[in-house]
């Protein structure tokens, strides 16, 4: 038989390796800077492009999208050529990917502290971000399909099809979740609202989680795992299982973010559901990688990669049970909104995320650049640095939650709020906040580390650009297949199909009925759209990023309602776009705080909490008084609220200057009374506009004694 000869490919994967090695740096970086400032608010350093609100966003998508992204793209690039037996479809596709992804991420580091955000978690970039990312997506998804078709193995390897599971789900859910309507080059508005627009985001959110912190892991999981141990896959069967289970049932468990929220009772159920099932097939892939170290383990204790992958695998199969029991509504009334949910998420992205990454940097590097590793030691001692990192980081934040969660919920024997106070509880856990600076700290080290190892490793040694290959061409298919499944390996497009279709189902389900069932959002007839004012404090609110910190979600618990008011409904939110329900209360919730306070309360609280919050590790935002309100877009803004269907008159467009100039007068008026001189053009007259409208049109409804009188 013919051999074909050909090179791989190993200078698009040392260009992903490397960033991913400086984006993990920078990342972690600002991941501890966020850290201390939830502990010393000076960190916030007074200016507001630096604020918490502003760069939080910055930390997380800078793990999420330029470290572990680039990671998968190391991973992918290195791992598909070999199992195709083929270089990539083009290398001026793989340059365009490379070097587009890179000027996405750095288009989101300078965006995001300028306040240019949607809002929605993990999706924050505004539109030309996201049709940048489509572009970029489409690119890897014809260079990745491309190679598919021109290999030399017919059979398709089990990381392949993650790796196809992947392009397809994250296009679709982030083409779903980035529908909006554009006021300017960098204002946009989601085209759904307050129910619909959260069920979207979560629906977005966990699944963003499963296919782009998961599944391609997985993949590399499939391929580097028995390359590390020189053992095959435990079990191909399992592997069938595991893949196919797990797309299909991942997708529907998005609502269980959203439990005792106004998101219908029956969609929030099925979350339920199929989160609880998502334990069989995660635990299943969990299962094949650590007993396919089968026979390995004395080898586990001498390498360091082994070590990483193996509490890799560890923390993966915590997360992937954690999140099932989250989602059970006992446990989700205690723990949600608390620092469970950071404790959780970083299990995930510390342990699973992080440590396969090292893992595969250490085995990777030194072999595209034919050299040994600089220093097992070093690597053995990143190993144990990380591991105490992770520790030092998520049990302080399981005890604070613990402490959150009974401390909101406990009554005195009066039955009344032990704690009416919601700073009570945050000024009780900054000691838990300050050992997972420290656990942030240690994992640091251990990626400079890491860094340091890598580079003298490089330097060691000299990149095999083009690795030299060969191979038989692909054989002509024949017509004793073993199996149904078999046979799919070889159709990769039918692959993908039914992959898409797995996918989709659950979506469809939850999402049509919610967006066309109109008694599933019934309406409230006291809710009113926002004035121009509100509407423009509500934006500041936005590229502020206060709902980092607080939620607009009041559920139906006792301790709620007692310390917030009357529980959220449906109806409040059909004219919020985007909905800014929120993920964890670091502060209060804000959904009844309309007319709770004056407005000099709003003007010091926002000058300075400490004011009238002493001891509060909320940001200054002085700016907010200097700046002048800008609303050269005012009208292009209320115009597209009312093509997505909010009921502004076109009188009302037509004088929402006129409109806004007279409600900030007021505003500014009422704060000369008490001694307060600001413009009433400055920002902050917004941002105290929109603080007062939120929660008051459900309290306008009337009671059922007014409306008996009425009726007398």
Known sequence: MQLEQFNYDNKIVRNFGIATIIWGIVGMSIGLLVATQLVWPAMNFGIQFSTFGRIRPVHTNAIIFAFVGNAIFMGV??????????????????????????????????????????????????WPIDLGITIIWVVFGINMFGTIIKRRERHMYVAVWFYIATFVTVAVLHIVNSVQLPVSAWKSYYVYSGVQDALVQWWYGHNAVAFFLTTPFLGMMYYFLPKMANRPVYSYKLSILHFWSLI???IWAGPHHLLYTALPGWVQSLGVAFSIMLIAPSWG??????????????????????KFMVVALTCYGMATFEGPMLSLKQVNAIAHFTDWIVAHVHVGALGWNGFMTFAILYWLIPRI????????????????????????????????????????????????????????????????HMMRAVGGALYLSGAILMTYNLVKTMRQGKLLANEPAQAPALLPVTTNEQS????????????????????????????????????????????????????QGRDLYIREGCVNCHTQSIRPFRSETARYGEYSKAGEYVYDHPFLWGSKRTGPDLHRIGGKYPNKWHFDHLLDPTITSPGSIMPTYPWLIDQELDNSLLTAKLEAMKTLGVP??????????????????????DLKKNQVHVLPNREIIAMIAYLQRLGTDIKAEPKAKEIVDELN
């Open 369 to 432: 650049y034919r050299t040994e590793l600089y220093s097992k030691k070093m690597a053995s001692a990143h190993f144990w640095i990380g591991t105490l990192g992770i520790l030092f980081y998520a049990i302080p934040m399981y005890w604070a939650a613990v402490v959150q969660g009974l401390m909101w919920k406990e009554f005195t024997p009066e039955g009344v709020l032990k704690y009416p106070n919601f700073l009570a509880t945050t000024l009780e856990i900054i000691p838990m």
């Open 648 to 669: 502004y008159t076109d009188q009302e467009i037509a004088g929402a200057q006129a409109s806004l100039d007279k409600q900030a007068q007021e505003i500014a008026a």
């Open 77 to 126: 690039y290195y791992s598909l050529q070999r199992v195709l037996r083929a270089r990539m479809f083009s290398d001026m596709l793989s340059k365009i990917h490379f070097w587009g992804w890179q000027l996405v991420i750095v288009a989101s580091a300078i965006t995001l502290p300028l306040g240019l955000t949607t809002s929605h978690e993990y999706a924050e970039m505004e």
């Open 248 to 250: 299909f049932i991942y």
């Open 484 to 535: 149904t499944h078999r046979r799919l390996e070889r159709k990769p497009i039918m692959f993908m199909v039914l992959a898409l279709i797995a996918i989709l189902i659950g979506g469809i389900v939850e999402m049509i009925p919610t967006f066309t069932i109109s008694s599933n959002i019934p309406t409230i007839a006291s809710v009113k759209p926002y004035t121009a004012l509100e509407l």
């Open 285 to 306: 892939g969990m299962i094949n990688g650590l007993l396919t170290l089968r026979g390995a383990w004395d080898k586990v204790r001498t390498e360091p990669v082994l």
